[in-house]
């Protein structure tokens, strides 16, 4: 069993990243991310986001 003690997730608009599908909300993303990660314990979120922006970029930080 690996012991994963900090996953991070650069996720730029358009892109997926396993199951996690495009255009979702930032809620649901961060849901399915955990699902993805199969982590329960979620320490800090960092969001940038922009709804005009190109690069929007998400960054989720779990540490377990």
């Known amino acids: 069993m690996v012991t994963i003690n900090k996953i991070k997730f650069f996720l730029r608009e358009g892109q997926c990243f396993g199951s996690v599908v495009d255009s979702m909300s930032s809620a649901t993303l961060v849901t399915s991310a955990i699902l993805v990660a199969s982590v329960t314990i ?8 922009s709804e005009t922006s190109k690069d929007m970029l998400l960054i989720l930080v779990v540490e377990i």
């Open 42 to 49: 979620v320490t800090s979120v960092f969001s940038i986001t």
